[in-house]
């Protein structure tokens, strides 16, 4: 059957051939592990259950994790192979099972959540360019969305990531995420258990970006909704050669952000400091977590 799964609409059959997003029908996973680094509401002490998949449908020149998103690195696993990494993951105490990259296995998720009964919040962990429609299928499946906004204007969208109609996309598949979920519910120790945060890594040269998404959510969600304001970007790959994203994000900028923010009257906000912007925070995709089965 030919794909239609995310906006790429690509048409990949994908038992014959992969698709834009790098694979075919089989699950790959690059790494099974806590994770800390998530705001804190999602890692809180115990971590949050990272499962990175391998591929994606977006593929930005300056994505961090360009081994797996680019070349799709990983290790082919079945649905019973997936809940078996579920379960150990929960056996290490994680407070979530994290779900990053997952957009194009959407339909297969669905498949498996809907069986998988997770005795943990399930968090798709993705990057905004996604189908309302397909969306629709995880409704009751996901309880936490941690999407990105990554560019409000088509131009950004174009160049860095080959996707102009990006925000149109991404915006009608936030408003779905939220009508499903709504804003940020905690426990008694403050981690999630429901809820969206919306996420935007700030790109040096670009923070108009920033001020655009933030106002956007702040006019079409509420000023309640948790977002994250990232500052960890690092160049990578195409983008070292790239200005102005040859670079990391000044202070300055960074501060010119977060005060527009901040006046935009967000009550719920993560900010990051300075020293996230380094190759120390990127997982080591190494088949932790996935080669134990
Ligand atoms: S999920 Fe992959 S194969 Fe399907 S339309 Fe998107 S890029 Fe193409």
Same mark, same amino acid.
């Given at each position: 059957m030919k794909c239609s799964v995310c906006p790429r609409n690509c048409s990949a059959e994908r038992n014959i051939n992969r698709g834009i997003c790098g694979v075919g029908e089989s699950f790959k996973v690059a790494r099974a592990?806590?994770?800390?680094?998530?705001?804190?509401?999602?890692?809180?002490e115990k971590g949050s259950g990272t499962v990175f998949f391998s591929g994606c449908n977006l593929g930005c020149v300056y994505c961090q994790n360009f081994e797996v998103s680019h070349d799709a690195f990983g290790k082919e696993v079945n649905e019973k192979e997936l809940m078996k990494i579920f379960d150990n993951l929960i056996q290490k105490g994680v407070h979530n099972l994290?779900?990053?990259?997952?957009?194009?296995?959407?339909?297969?998720?669905?498949?498996?959540?809907?069986?998988? %009964?997770?005795?943990?919040? !399930?968090?798709?962990?993705?990057?905004?360019?996604?189908? *309302?429609?397909?969306? /629709?299928?995880?409704?009751?499946?996901v309880d936490i969305y941690l999407p990105d906004i990554k560019y409000f204007d088509s131009a950004p969208a174009k160049k860095y990531s080959d996707a102009e109609d990006y925000f149109d996309y991404a915006s009608s598949a936030v408003l779905e995420m939220y009508?499903?979920?709504?804003?940020?519910?905690?426990?008694?120790?403050?981690?999630? %258990?429901?809820?969206?945060? !919306?996420?935007?890594?700030?790109?040096?040269?670009?923070? *108009?970006?920033?001020? /655009?998404?933030?106002?956007?959510?702040a006019e079409n969600l509420s000023t309640e909704t948790h977002i994250s304001v990232m500052r960890q970007y690092t160049p990578f790959g195409k983008a070292k050669e790239m200005p102005p994203i040859d670079r990391k994000l000044s202070s300055r900028e960074y501060k010119i952000v977060k005060d527009k923010i901040l006046a935009l009257g967000f009550e719920n906000c993560y900010f990051q400091c300075k020293e996230s912007s380094t190759e120390n925070y990127i997982p080591n995709f190494n088949l932790e977590g996935v080669d134990l089965l």
């Open positions: 592990a806590p994770h800390f680094w998530e705001e804190p509401c999602i890692s809180g994290n779900l990053v990259t997952p957009t194009h296995y959407a339909p297969m998720l669905a498949s498996v959540l809907s069986e998988y %009964k997770s005795p943990v919040p !399930v968090i798709w962990n993705s990057s905004g360019y996604e189908k *309302s429609e397909t969306l /629709k299928m995880l409704e009751g499946l009508r499903q979920v709504g804003d940020i519910e905690t426990d008694e120790n403050g981690i999630a %258990k429901k809820g969206i945060i !919306v996420r935007h890594m700030v790109l040096p040269g670009n923070i *108009s970006q920033a001020v /655009k998404v933030f106002s956007w959510v």
